[in-house]
């Protein structure tokens, strides 16, 4: 009893010290100048682009998996071939480290790499550009990367989500007529709203986390385009050592991160009420 | 789930699937090619004889097996705390814990950095260890619990009237029956750790301490951005959790089920 409540409060305390370690660790650094680093933050044209960029990286990540995830979960209960191979390979992705697979995608986008090789052969070679210079592409590029290697979890948590569905409601859907839009529509996806709202949650705090992808494969550049939240503190604090500001950007991090795992519970569970 | 039942719908529905697959095993297909451009399995043989490299495997090697033991412990405990046994506001500890979840790490940077320098800690591996296994126990304790939350409550109080105390429980009667839930938190724990790229860069600066995802780094500065070696040491990063996770798919899949996010 002692031993495991012993450890148990143990995580709990290190945890508590680590959470609170944010704004311990930053605060003498912090209190000199007051609001100063907050102010600042709110005229840095620089930190309204990368709250964009991981506003718009979120619901555009979030729409493509989920949309995706599904589709999959329900091909793969089906009948066909090959299922465990495609289960797999949906999941490679997810297994690699960036830093493993990010040279791969600044060799696939450059000026000579993969990309432009391919659009060569297919005789639209107009189209091949330094994809990583140009800022929308390089954006899209980024969303991309995080949708080709998050898919697979979003994917095993709905592929587990549908195996609960009673297989029997929907047989008698199929009896009533109900083609396979039908019944994704109005069987699944009510079915799996409690995965979908946890997913949600998961990829709003990814988005705010994101800073392996941008880093590694663009480096936040061409002139801030792809820049994130992440890196910016990360370009802030390590790179131009002002400890304070990045700290002030992290305390902003931290409250959008808690609030918007509140938001989306809180509206989750009325929308729940009203349903009954 | 979808119709199958005409040979029609099933060729359309196969090769649907096949469609949407193909994008996420194009970059792999791309990195294998990559690595053996130019020298072809030359590369391999160069990076294979990397004096440096086993070291590489085996700092990342007890970087995972470090991090899996402190959460496995900790989670398995924590989860049968939280749902079986009385404590008093303990869902008041359980919703810090969760507040937690959203804690990025790169918040964290600068704090870790101040204490782990303090602590002399720098550049040795607990450095990574600790950070990076207190970052999993929140998520890990959430699965956890749920799984736990669904073993019916009279288990415990037939062992507790059978004279067993606290401890026996947990061992002799909540351990076997959470090892899906183990074997799940298992994997994803060490997909997590081996794969721990910001904190190992910040904090392991000798390529003696260095683990295994700073490799292509290391090979950029190394052979002045030779994408061929740089690719090959990509591919043999990646294999071990690749050939993990063929080997325990089906545990990780059942696991993840039965504690599924509800």
Redesign the interface.
């Known amino acids: 009893?002692v031993?495991?409540?012993g450890?148990?409060y143990?995580?709990?305390a290190?945890?508590?010290y680590?959470?609170t370690?944010?704004w311990?660790?930053?605060s003498p650094l912090q209190q000199p100048v007051g609001a100063d680093n907050f102010t600042r933050m709110l005229q840095d044209p620089v930190f309204w682009r990368a709250l964009g960029n991981t506003v718009a990286f979120f619901v555009v990540t979030l729409i493509v998996q989920v949309a995706?995830g599904i589709?999959?979960a329900?091909?793969?209960?089906?009948?066909?071939?090959l299922r465990?191979l495609?289960?797999?390979?949906?999941?490679?992705?997810?297994?690699?480290?960036?830093?493993?697979?990010?040279?791969?995608?600044r060799?696939?986008y450059a000026p000579d790499g993969?990309v432009n090789g391919v659009l060569e052969v297919v005789g639209l070679g107009a189209f091949a550009q330094p994809w990583l210079s140009n800022g929308t592409a390089a954006l899209i590029i980024i969303m991309s990367v995080q949708i080709?290697q998050s898919?697979g979890i979003v994917f095993?948590?709905y592929?587990?989500?549908?195996?609960?569905i009673d297989t029997e409601v929907?047989e008698a859907a199929?009896l009533d007529g109900a083609g396979?839009l039908r019944?994704i529509g109005s069987i699944?996806w009510p079915g799996v709203r409690?995965?979908t709202i946890?997913i949600a949650i998961l990829t709003a705090?990814g988005s705010?986390?994101t800073?392996?992808i941008p880093f590694?494969i663009t480096g936040g550049g061409p002139s801030y385009a792809t820049e994130f939240l992440?890196t910016m503190?990360?370009r802030v604090?390590?790179a131009f050592s002002q400890?304070g500001y990045?700290?002030a950007i992290?305390v902003v991090?931290?409250v959008l991160?808690?609030g918007t795992?509140i938001i989306i519970r809180v509206s989750s569970t009325e929308r729940e009420k009203a349903d009954v | 789930m979808f119709e199958t039942k005409t040979l029609r719908s099933r060729i359309l529905l196969q090769i649907l699937l096949g469609l949407i697959v193909l994008p996420f095993v194009f970059p792999l297909i791309a990195m294998v090619q990559g690595s053996l451009a130019g020298s072809g399995w030359n590369n391999y043989r160069t990076v294979l004889s990397l004096p440096l490299l086993p070291g590489f495997f085996i700092n990342s090697a007890l970087l995972s097996a470090a991090v899996i033991l402190i959460v496995l412990v900790c989670t398995t405990m924590a989860a049968f705390g939280f749902s079986k046994l009385h404590i008093r506001a303990k869902e008041v500890y359980f919703w810090m814990l969760m507040v937690a979840l959203t804690l990025p790490g790169v918040v964290l940077i600068a704090p870790l950095f101040a204490t782990i320098t303090r602590i002399g800690a720098y550049n040795t591996l607990w450095s990574v260890i600790l950070p990076v296994a207190a970052l999993q126990i929140p998520f890990t304790v959430l699965l956890a619990r749920n799984f736990v939350d669904g073993i019916p409550n009279e288990l415990v109080e037939a062992a507790r009237v059978d004279g067993a105390n606290t401890i026996r429980t947990f061992r002799h009667v909540m351990m076997p029956l959470m090892k899906p839930i183990m074997a799940a938190v298992l994997v994803l724990v060490f997909i997590n750790s081996w794969n721990e790229f910001l904190l190992a860069l910040l904090f392991l600066q000798t390529p003696e301490q260095q683990t295994i995802t700073l490799v292509p780094q290391f090979f950029v500065g190394q052979y002045n951005n030779d994408q061929t070696k740089v690719l090959a040491a990509a591919v043999l990063t990646g294999l071990p959790v690749v050939i993990a996770y063929i080997f325990l798919q089906r545990f990780f899949e059942r696991g993840l089920a039965a504690g599924a996010l509800k």
């Open positions: 009893m031993v495991s409540v450890l148990l143990y995580c709990i290190y945890t508590g680590i959470s370690l944010s311990d660790g930053a995706l589709l999959l329900c091909l793969l209960h089906s009948q066909l071939y465990t495609h289960k797999v390979l949906i999941f490679i992705p997810v297994v690699l480290a960036t830093a493993t697979t990010a040279p791969v995608f060799q696939m993969t080709w898919t095993v948590l592929y587990a989500a549908i195996g609960q929907l199929r396979n019944i699944v409690g995965t946890a705090i705010l986390k800073f392996d590694l992440g503190i990360y604090s390590v400890v990045g700290a992290s991090l931290l991160a808690i795992a």
